[in-house]
């Protein structure tokens, strides 16, 4: 399967943004979805793992879930700060590691 | 502490092979459920998976790739080993590893080296 994800997408400070990610066959809950935010030559690091779940450090600001009804999983910050322009990327597996083709995020 | 770190040639001819090796600490090689991926990056390019090997010895590899694609792991040593063979100028990138939990998370990366494909 392939997850396919917008090219990029921009929003002011202090706005809402989501990323979306469709998975193109099987169902999106039948493996985990995870997030990673990649800045520029930097290594990629996880802001959301197993769907919806944040690891210590990354601020309540990211919000991570999935909906069956439209195959999909999303990326949701809040609050946007100049720091979040970054790239993300969803992944999941089956029966390899998959990655979506990365969302540029832009902070206007 | 988990971390890795990817070594390798920066530059290689092309139609030579490839070989990075992962050596990582923090974490075993032998725990239920670990892996151990390589992920490139073109330049300017989304991430796109490699390989994967766990714990038990299970290998999994990028399809479009697995004809080029070697993965082996030295537990002994805490090292995974990635070879590539016949080595292209489009093989171009930034080479990561990353330990893989049983969720298929990649917790943890390496910081990347960059290998360029060029005569």
């Known amino acids: 399967f392939i997850l396919t994800q917008p090219h990029s997408v921009s929003e002011s400070p202090g706005k809402t943004v989501t990323i979306t990610c469709t998975r193109s066959?099987?169902?999106?809950?039948?493996?985990?979805v995870q997030w990673y935010q990649q800045r520029p030559g930097s290594a990629p690091t996880t802001v959301i793992y197993e769907d919806n779940q944040r690891p210590s450090g990354v601020p309540e600001r990211f919000f991570g879930s999935i909906d069956s009804s439209s195959n999909s999983a999303s990326l949701t910050i809040s609050g946007l700060k100049a720091e979040d322009e970054a790239d993300y990327y969803c992944q999941s597996f089956g029966p390899g590691v998959v990655f979506g083709g990365g969302t540029k995020l832009t902070v206007l | 502490q988990i971390t890795l770190k990817e070594s390798g040639p920066t530059l290689v001819e092309p139609t030579q092979t490839l070989t990075l090796t992962c050596t990582f600490s923090g974490f075993s090689l032998t725990t239920s459920g670990v892996g151990v991926a390589w992920i490139r990056q073109p330049p300017g390019k989304a991430l796109e998976w490699l390989a994967l090997?766990?714990?038990?010895?299970?290998?999994r590899y990028s399809p479009s790739l697995r004809s080029r694609l070697t993965i082996m792991k030295d537990t002994s040593e805490n090292q995974v080993v990635l070879t590539m063979t016949n080595m292209d100028p489009v093989d171009t990138g930034t080479y990561f590893c990353a330990r893989v939990l049983p969720s298929a998370t990649l917790a943890y990366w390496g910081q990347g080296t960059l290998v360029t494909v060029s005569s």
């Open positions: 066959s099987g169902g999106i809950a039948s493996t985990y």
């Open positions: 090997i766990y714990w038990n010895d299970d290998r």
